[in-house]
C-alpha cells in the first residue's frame, strides 16, 4: 500500500511538470513560432503606451532573450523559492510560491490567488455538499423503483437540469430570491466573519452549481445502482437473510458508487480552478472570476497563474481518487 | 387451471390447500410467472416435488428450463429486485410445516439463510469484492443470531476450517479475490451453512470449477450432508454431477417436470423420451464410445410461445406415436411408472418399454 | 490394458504425405510482468514453457488440461494469433514461428480457430452474411458463383437455413451461434481448424449436434483439428490422440483409448479419476477416485524438476531435482513421468518419498496405491503405510477460475 501511494505521488509530480511545461509552452514558444519576436512579446505584459525601457525590463525579468528552458527554469524555480523583478527604478520581491507578476497591474499573481481561493473553495465544497446529497438519494430512488413516477420525474428535472445554462437558471434564481423576494444577500462575507451571513450569500450560487451536477449525478448513481442491484453478490446478500434495506445500502452503494469517486474528483479538481460563469453569474471575487478579468485584459502573467493552478487542482484531486480507489476497492492494491 | 395471482396470496389446487405436509420440503404445483415486454414468460408452470431432510434432490435441465427460477423461488428471492416487481407465483411451498408462498416477505427472510441457504454457481461474482470473506460470513451469521462480532468471528474460523481451508484464522481477513477458484466455493459454502441450514441449495455448485476441484467440493457437500442431516438441491446441467451425489432426480424441460425418480431408475430405466435425449447426447468418459452421440434434435422451447401438448413434442422423435395427434393438443401430467417414479409423456407404457430396449438402450 | 488403437472410420492418414500438417518444437510463450516505477520486467508468467507435438493430417487432436495450464495460450500460437517466445512452429513444411502479418496471410486461409463464446465472437451489428462472408472480403476471394451463393451453402453445410443470410446474431440460439461460427472458420476451406473449448458454453442436447456437425465436416473435408478443452468426456469422444498440459508443458501424449483405459502420468490418472461418471453404480466404488492436494502452483515459479512433484504421491527426490523429458514409453504414448503409471519405473534406485508425496499418498486411494505396487513395490511402500483412503476431501484444494459450460465467458 505504501509503495502504492508513493508511486502515484510520484506520478502526479511528474505528471504536473510535464503539465507545466505545456502550458509555459504555449505562452512562451507558440508566439515564437507564429513570428512574434521577444520585444513584441515583452509588448504583451505591459499595459498601453509602453516605453522601450519597459519593455527592457520585461524581457530582461522574464528572460525572454534567453533560451525556452532557462526561462522554464527560472520559473520553476520562482515557484519554489520564490523571484525578484527590478523593474525601471523599483524592485519587487516575489516570495515563493511565486506564480508570476503582473505587469499590468503591477501586482504578484500568488497573493491574488490566495485572496480569491476561499471564495471558490466556499463555492465549490458548499455545492459538492448539495449535489452529492441530492443527486445520490434522487439516484438511488430512481433505481430502486425504475419506471415509477418517482423516477420519472426525477429524471425529468434532471434532463432539464443538465439542459439549461448555468447563465439562465442563475440569473433567474438571482432576479427572483435576490432582487424581488429579498431573501439572499449578494455580497460575499468570509466564513471566519460571519457564517450565516456567508451561507446566505452563497446558498444561490451553491444551488444553481449543485442543480447541474446533480442531474448528472443523479443519472450515474441511477444506471450505476441498477447495474449492481442485478450482481450476484447482491443475490448472495439477499440469500443471506439481510434486510432490502442494508443489502441497498451495504453492498449495492458501496459498489455502485465506486465510479462516481472518479467523477467527482474530476469535478472539484476542475471546479477550484474556478467555477468561471457561475462566479461571473453571481459576481463572485473567486478564481474564475480573476481568470476572466485577466483574459479580458489581455494579462499574461495571471493567465498562466490560474491555468497552473488549476492543473494542480485537477492533478491533486485525481491523486486523492486513486488513493480513495485503492481504499475502496481492494483489489486495485494489487495492481 | 388455477389462475395466478400476484406474488403474496397462494392458489393451490383447492383439495390440497392448507394441508401441511409430512415431508420436510413438498413443493406444489409451483408456477412462476415474469410478465415482460414479450409476453408472460412462463419460468416454471405446475411443478410439484418432495424432498426428505438427509436426502439430495438432483434438478437437471438445460438452460432455460426452469430450474434455477425454481430454486430462486424456493429461497423467495425471485420477487426481489427489479425483475421480481411483477412476478406472479402461484402454488405451495412447504418447508418444514411452513408455507412459503403465501408468506409475507418478511417471514420468509426470515428463513432465508437460517432454514435455508443456497451456494452458487459462479463464487468470484457471488461474494462482494470489497468486504473480506470473513466479513462476509459474520454478517450472515449475525443476521440470525444475536451475537457480538467477536464470537461471530470464532463461528467464521471455525466454518472455514470444517470446509477445509488452510490457516482459517489468517484466511478470515483475506478478500474474494485472494482466493483461488476452489477456496472461494469452498468460503461460499462455509457462509451458507453457517447457521446449521436444514436446507441446502446448490445451483450449478461446481460448473465454474476444474474437474480436480470439482471433485473436492462434491465430497464436500457430501461429507456435510452426513454431519448436518440436512436436505440438499443440487441443480446441474451435468448428469455425471447428480449420478455422484443424488439420491432423486428431477428432470425439468420448459418450466415442467417431464420425470423424476430415484437416481437408477433415471439412469437405467428413464421412461421419458427428453431423458433419453439427455443421455444420448452425453460423451461417456468411462466407456470407449465409438458411435456417435444422438443428439435431442431443434432448439430449447421458448418460455413465451411453450409449444402447445406436450412442451416436448416438436423435438421428440416418438410425438407421433400415440394417436390421435394428442402429444400437441393436450398437455401430459404426471403418471406413475414405476415405485417413486413420474414420467409426463403420452406414450402407452408398452410403446415405451418397446421403444426403450429395442432403440435406445442399445445405442446408450 | 489396449495399446494403442486408432479410431474406426477416422480418416488417419488421408494424405499422401506422410509428414504431419503441424509440427511443434520447445514452444515457449512467456507473459512479461512490469513492475514498479520504471516497469522494470521481474518476472514472466510462462503460460507454455518448451511443448514439442505434431498434428497429423486428418486426425483430431485433443489437448485437455485445467485452467491456467497454457492450453488456450498454445491455441492461440499455433494459429499465430500470438508470437511465440521461442521454439518453432511448421505448418505444412513452413516455418511460421516469426512470420508477419502479410506472410501469415496465406496461411490464415489454411488455419481457422473456432472460438468458446458464440456471444462474443460474432459482431451484434453485422449480419450473419456479411459475418461468414468476412474472409471473403479479407482474403479477396471471389468463391465460385458468387459469395452469396457461397456463404448459403455453407450456412446450408452446418445446418442452417440459407434464409438466414440477413439475420443478426441476437436472433440465434447459443447452438446455431456457433454454427455460425464454424461456417465462418469453414468458407475458405482450410486445412486445419484449432477449436478451443467450441462447445463449453453450450447445452448437453446442442452440445451434441455441435459435436456430431464437427464429425462429419471433418469426414467430409477431411480436415484436421486441434480441440482444446477442459471436458475430459467430450475429449474422449472427439480425439484420436490427446495431448494432457500442465502447467505449461506437456505431461502426456497418446493414442485416445491408451490415455483413457492406462494413463502413465499420475496428473493424468487424477485428472480421469476425478470427472464424476454419470453412472450411479460407479458411486460406489469412489475409492478409485484420486483428490489432489493443494492448487495448482503459480506459473510465474513453476516447481523445479517435474512441475507436478508438489502434488504427486509418487515423488520423490529426482522428481524435484531433474525435470523428466517427454519421452516414447510405449507405441504412440509420450509420457514425461519418473515413476510412471502401468509401466516399468523410470527411476527405480529412488525409493524415498519427498514429504510432499507422503501427504498427497493419504489422498489417494489404497487401490490406486496397491495397483502401482504392483509395478514398482518399493517405491510405494512407505506411502502405503501412511495411506488412509477415505477422509481427504477435506484437505486443501485447487486452482482457479475455470470457464465452465455453463455461463459464456470470452476467452
Not at chain 1, 507558440?30 to 519576436?37: D, E, F, I, S, V
Not at chain 2, 430454486?71 to 425483475?83: C, E, K, Y
Not at chain 3, 514439442?52 to 497454457?70: A, I
Not at chain 3, 504414448?333 to 509401466?343: K, L, T
Request: charged content about 25%; overall charge negative; some cysteine.
Amino acid at each position: 500500500m505504501i509503495s502504492y501511494i508513493i508511486r502515484r505521488t510520484i506520478a502526479a509530480v511528474i505528471l504536473l511538470l510535464v503539465v507545466t511545461a505545456v502550458t509555459f509552452g504555449i505562452f512562451f514558444i507558440l508566439p515564437k513560432l507564429a513570428g512574434q519576436t521577444a520585444d513584441q512579446l515583452a509588448q504583451q505584459y505591459i499595459g498601453k503606451n509602453p516605453t522601450p525601457e519597459d519593455i527592457a525590463a520585461v524581457k530582461r525579468n522574464l528572460g525572454l532573450d534567453q533560451p525556452v528552458y532557462v526561462q522554464y527554469w527560472d520559473f520553476i524555480k520562482g515557484i519554489v523559492s520564490g523571484a525578484t523583478y527590478d523593474i525601471g527604478p523599483t524592485t519587487v520581491r516575489c516570495d515563493a510560491p511565486c506564480f508570476g507578476y503582473s505587469f499590468k497591474d503591477h501586482i504578484e499573481v500568488w497573493p491574488q490567488l490566495t485572496q480569491r481561493l476561499p471564495v471558490t473553495l466556499s463555492l465549490a465544497l458548499g455545492a459538492a455538499v448539495l449535489w452529492l446529497v441530492g443527486g445520490i438519494a434522487a439516484g438511488v430512488i430512481s433505481a430502486l423503483k425504475p419506471g415509477s413516477f418517482f423516477d420519472r420525474s426525477a429524471m425529468g428535472v434532471a434532463l432539464a437540469g443538465v439542459s439549461l445554462p448555468m447563465f439562465f437558471t442563475g440569473q433567474l434564481a438571482l432576479l427572483l430570491f435576490s432582487y424581488q423576494l429579498e431573501i439572499f444577500g449578494r455580497t460575499y462575507v468570509p466564513f471566519t466573519e460571519n457564517p450565516s451571513q456567508w451561507a446566505n450569500t452563497l446558498f444561490l450560487p451553491w444551488c444553481s452549481l449543485a442543480l447541474l451536477y446533480s442531474a448528472i449525478y443523479a443519472r450515474l448513481t441511477r444506471s450505476g445502482m441498477l447495474e449492481t442491484m442485478n450482481e450476484d453478490f447482491i443475490r448472495t446478500a439477499r440469500a443471506k437473510g439481510l434486510r432490502e434495506r442494508k443489502v441497498v445500502v451495504r453492498h449495492g452503494l458501496r459498489a455502485a458508487l465506486t465510479p462516481l469517486v472518479t467523477v467527482f474528483g474530476m469535478d472539484i479538481g476542475l471546479l477550484l480552478g474556478g467555477a468561471v460563469i457561475t462566479e461571473t453569474v453571481f459576481s463572485l471575487h473567486g478564481i474564475g472570476e480573476y481568470a476572466v478579468q485577466a483574459i479580458t485584459a489581455n494579462d499574461l502573467p495571471p493567465i498562466l497563474g490560474v491555468t497552473l493552478l488549476a492543473a494542480f487542482f485537477v492533478v491533486f484531486m485525481n491523486l486523492v481518487v486513486d488513493l480513495l480507489y485503492a481504499t475502496i476497492d481492494p483489489r486495485v492494491r494489487l495492481s | 387451471m388455477t389462475d395466478l395471482t400476484k406474488s403474496g396470496a397462494a392458489v393451490g389446487e383447492p383439495a390440497r390447500t392448507g394441508a401441511a405436509p409430512e415431508t420436510f420440503l413438498e413443493v406444489r404445483d409451483l408456477k412462476v410467472h415474469f410478465p415482460t415486454d414479450d409476453g408472460l414468460v412462463k419460468s416454471v408452470d405446475g411443478l410439484s416435488f418432495q424432498l426428505e431432510k438427509g436426502k439430495t434432490l438432483g434438478i437437471v435441465g438445460e438452460s432455460g428450463s426452469g430450474k434455477s427460477v425454481t430454486s430462486l423461488a424456493i429461497m423467495g428471492l425471485h420477487r426481489l429486485g427489479n425483475r421480481g416487481k411483477n412476478v406472479r407465483m402461484s402454488g405451495e411451498i412447504w418447508l418444514d410445516g411452513k408455507e412459503l408462498v403465501a408468506a409475507s416477505p418478511d417471514e420468509v427472510r426470515r428463513l432465508r439463510g437460517r432454514d435455508m441457504a443456497m451456494i452458487f454457481q459462479d463464487p468470484l461474482s457471488a461474494m462482494h469484492p470489497y468486504y473480506t470473506v470473513g466479513n462476509q460470513i459474520v454478517e450472515a451469521y449475525r443476521v440470525h443470531n444475536d451475537v457480538d462480532k467477536k464470537t461471530a468471528r470464532k463461528r467464521a474460523v471455525e466454518l472455514l476450517d470444517r470446509v477445509g481451508i488452510p490457516e482459517p484464522d489468517k484466511r478470515v481477513d483475506s478478500y474474494p479475490h485472494e482466493f483461488s477458484g476452489g477456496m472461494r466455493q469452498r468460503a461460499m459454502i462455509a457462509m451458507a451453512l453457517v447457521n446449521n441450514p436444514e436446507l441446502l441449495i446448490a445451483d450449478e455448485p461446481t460448473t465454474a470449477l476444474d474437474v480436480t476441484v470439482q471433485a473436492q467440493i462434491l465430497d464436500l457437500i457430501r461429507d456435510l450432508q452426513k454431519e448436518f442431516g440436512s436436505a440438499v438441491i443440487i441443480i446441474t446441467h451435468d448428469l455425471g454431477v447428480v449420478a455422484e451425489i443424488a439420491d432423486d432426480i428431477l428432470v425439468m424441460y420448459g418450466g415442467r417436470c417431464v420425470e423424476r425418480g430415484p437416481v437408477d431408475k433415471i439412469f437405467y430405466e428413464p421412461s421419458h423420451p427428453y431423458t433419453w435425449g439427455l443421455l444420448g447426447s452425453m460423451p461417456r468418459i468411462d466407456r470407449a464410445q465409438t458411435e456417435r452421440l444422438i443428439p435431442v434434435k431443434g432448439q430449447p422451447p421458448s418460455l413465451i410461445n411453450v409449444p402447445s401438448g406436450c412442451a416436448f413434442n416438436p423435438r421428440c422423435p416418438y410425438a407421433d406415436v400415440p394417436k390421435g395427434g394428442i402429444t400437441r393438443t393436450e398437455r401430459p401430467e404426471l403418471r406413475e411408472v414405476g415405485s417413486r417414479h413420474f414420467t409426463a409423456c403420452h406414450l402407452s407404457q408398452e410403446d415405451r418399454s418397446r421403444i426403450w430396449t429395442e432403440e435406445i438402450a442399445p445405442k446408450l | 490394458m489396449s495399446e494403442t488403437e486408432t479410431r474406426a472410420g477416422t480418416p488417419a492418414v488421408t494424405n499422401d504425405d506422410e509428414k504431419p500438417l503441424l509440427r511443434v518444437e520447445g514452444l515457449v510463450k512467456h507473459f512479461p510482468i512490469k513492475k514498479g516505477l520504471l516497469q522494470r520486467q521481474v518476472g514472466a508468467v510462462k503460460a507454455v514453457d518448451g511443448i514439442d507435438f505434431e498434428v497429423r493430417r486428418g486426425e483430431t487432436l485433443g489437448v485437455v488440461g485445467e485452467s491456467g495450464c497454457g492450453k488456450s495460450t498454445m491455441g492461440r500460437l499455433i494459429t499465430r494469433l500470438l508470437e511465440p517466445s521461442g521454439g518453432k512452429i511448421e505448418f505444412d513444411g513452413t516455418d511460421i514461428t516469426h512470420l508477419n502479418t502479410g506472410g501469415m496471410r496465406p496461411l490464415r486461409r489454411d488455419v481457422q480457430m473456432i472460438f468458446q463464446d458464440p456471444y462474443g465472437s460474432l459482431n451484434p451489428r453485422h449480419t450473419i452474411g456479411t459475418i461468414v462472408s468476412a474472409p471473403f472480403r479479407l482474403q479477396g476471394v471471389e468463391p465460385e458463383g458468387g459469395v452469396k451463393k457461397e456463404v448459403q451453402r455453407l450456412l446450408e453445410l452446418v445446418g442452417l437455413s440459407p434464409e438466414h443470410f440477413n439475420r443478426y446474431p441476437h436472433e440465434f440460439s447459443g447452438g446455431q451461434r456457433q454454427r455460425i461460427g464454424i461456417a465462418r472458420a469453414l468458407a475458405l476451406k482450410p486445412r486445419m481448424v484449432v477449436a478451443d473449448e467450441p462447445v463449453s458454453a453450450l447445452d448437453v442436447s446442442i452440445q451434441a449436434q455441435v459435436v456430431n456437425l464437427m464429425d462429419d465436416l471433418q469426414d467430409e473435408l477431411g480436415l484436421t483439428y486441434v480441440i482444446i478443452a477442459h471436458d475430459l468426456s467430450v475429449v474422449r469422444h472427439v480425439s484420436d490422440r490427446i495431448a494432457v498440459m500442465y502447467l505449461g508443458k506437456i505431461v502426456e501424449l497418446a493414442d485416445r483409448n491408451a490415455l483413457y483405459e492406462a494413463p502413465m502420468h499420475p496428473y493424468t490418472k487424477a485428472l480421469l479419476s476425478a470427472v464424476p461418471i454419470p453412472d450411479p453404480k460407479r458411486r460406489t466404488a469412489k475409492s478409485e477416485r484420486i483428490l489432489l492436494k493443494g492448487d495448482v502452483p503459480s506459473p510465474i515459479a513453476p516447481p523445479s524438476g517435474c512441475r507436478f512433484h508438489t502434488r504427486c504421491w509418487k515423488a520423490t527426490e529426482i522428481c524435484r531435482t531433474t525435470e523428466p523429458p517427454l519421452i516414447e514409453l510405449r507405441p504412440g504414448q509420450r509420457v514425461a513421468c519418473h515413476h510412471p503409471e502401468n509401466f516399468a519405473d523410470q527411476a527405480p534406485q529412488d525409493t524415498v518419498l519427498l514429504t510432499a508425496a507422503k501427504e498427497a499418498a493419504e489422498l489417494v486411494s489404497e487401490e490406486v496405491l496397491a495397483e502401482a505396487a504392483a509395478t514398482s513395490e518399493e517405491a510405494v511402500e512407505e506411502a502405503t503405510s501412511e495411506a488412509s483412503s477415505e477422509e481427504t476431501s477435506s484437505e486443501g484444494s485447487a486452482s482457479s477460475d475455470k470457464p465452465s459450460s455453463g455461463e459464456s465467458t470470452d476467452k
